[in-house]
């Protein structure tokens, strides 16, 4: 067995039950961080000696994130502070992001959930609070980067974690042809119903032909709606689709749909596609209904 190479950063995600810790680490995990939580300390070693993960491959620059609390085995925060000092000194790039909270949100939360403070199992919340703090003092001095999750909400700490972590993420978006003959996609984040353009079944020579052929997409381009339509759908997108990113959102599924899927809404797709790549956006084209037979019940009808 062979080990890995060193990532090129480790994070120490700490901080108070209640403060957001799990919310960071999923986030951290969608920026393309291995996450590993609750691991003790002492166990670093075995875990960067331990091979890649599966479909990983052997990426040195993936950046690890590993997750500690009062509940982890054998927790000791002093001693926690010793070992990342001593793997700074062996030229290993380690930082410590720790999340703090007020007392009366961090007993709201508690509340509001019904779950029990891990340090106050038979005694109010408020108990574990005060009690926690005091054992992670030594952590919070400690940190290289502190987030306050007081007056955040889930999605703001995901945004500051994103701010601080996460370098330029973008969503991977999708550009999907459908047809609404067969129902539409259940996955999509916005679709057009492009059914206005002239439709191809109605010309016998073009029929049997799909949207990728050039003489299909050059009659649904010569509709005069076309290029007035599609370029606006065009700007929305890229008004819209950094919005996504910015909010984390790992997938965006864009939908076209004409009656069958295989004409109008498989060329606007791929000419949307075209022009997103041209503006710097990296879409995948998938048609859903390009070989499926026609359904003559839905598609020998005028739409």
């Keep these: 067995m062979t080990s890995r190479p060193l990532p090129k950063s480790i994070l120490i995600v700490t901080g108070l039950s209640g403060a957001g810790k799990s919310s960071a680490l999923r986030t951290l995990e969608d920026l393309g961080w291995e996450v590993v939580d609750n691991l003790p300390l002492a166990?670093?070693?075995?875990?960067?000696?331990?091979?890649?993960?599966?479909?990983?491959?052997s990426d040195e620059a993936r950046p690890l994130a590993?997750?500690?609390?009062?509940?982890?085995?054998?927790?000791?925060a002093k001693a926690i502070v010793r070992r990342i000092e001593r793997l700074k000194s062996d030229h290993v790039h380690v930082e410590m992001l720790f999340l703090d909270c007020s007392d009366s949100v961090l007993e709201r939360r508690y509340a509001e959930t019904r779950r029990r403070h891990p340090l106050?199992?038979?005694?109010?919340?408020?108990?574990?609070?005060?009690?926690?703090?005091?054992?992670?003092?030594?952590?919070?001095?400690?940190a290289d980067h502190l987030v306050d999750?007081?007056?955040?909400?889930v999605n703001g700490l995901q945004a500051e974690v994103r701010q601080r972590f996460g370098g330029s993420f973008e969503s991977t978006l999708t550009l999907?042809?459908?047809?609404?003959?067969?129902?539409?996609?259940?996955?999509?984040?916005?679709?057009?119903d492009v059914r206005f353009l002239r439709n191809p079944f109605w010309v016998e020579a073009l029929r049997d032909s799909t949207g990728q052929d050039e003489a299909v997409?050059?009659?649904?381009?010569?509709?005069?709606?076309y290029e007035a339509a599609v370029g606006?759908?065009?700007?929305?997108?890229?008004?819209?689709?950094?919005?996504?990113?910015?909010?984390?959102?790992?997938y965006v599924t864009v939908a076209f749909g004409c009656t069958g899927g295989r004409h109008?809404?498989?060329?606007?797709?791929?000419?949307?596609?075209?022009?997103?790549?041209?503006?710097?956006?990296?879409?995948?084209?998938?048609?859903?209904?390009l070989e499926s037979a026609q359904l003559d019940a839905y598609e020998n009808r005028r739409g």
């Design 43 to 57: 166990l670093l070693d075995r875990l960067l000696a331990a091979p890649t993960p599966e479909g990983h491959g």
């Design 66 to 76: 590993i997750g500690i609390d009062s509940r982890t085995r054998g927790f000791d």
């Design 120 to 142: 106050a199992q038979d005694r109010p919340a408020a108990d574990g609070i005060a009690r926690e703090r005091e054992l992670m003092e030594p952590l919070r001095s400690g």
């Design 149 to 153: 999750s007081s007056d955040l909400a």
């Design 176 to 192: 999907l042809s459908f047809g609404f003959s067969r129902g539409v996609p259940r996955n999509a984040d916005l679709v057009f």
């Design 217 to 225: 997409a050059a009659y649904v381009r010569d509709d005069s709606l």
């Design 232 to 250: 606006q759908i065009e700007a929305l997108l890229r008004t819209v689709l950094p919005r996504y990113s910015e909010d984390g959102k790992s």
């Design 264 to 289: 109008r809404s498989v060329c606007v797709t791929e000419d949307v596609g075209e022009r997103l790549r041209s503006a710097g956006f990296s879409p995948t084209i998938s048609h859903r209904n």
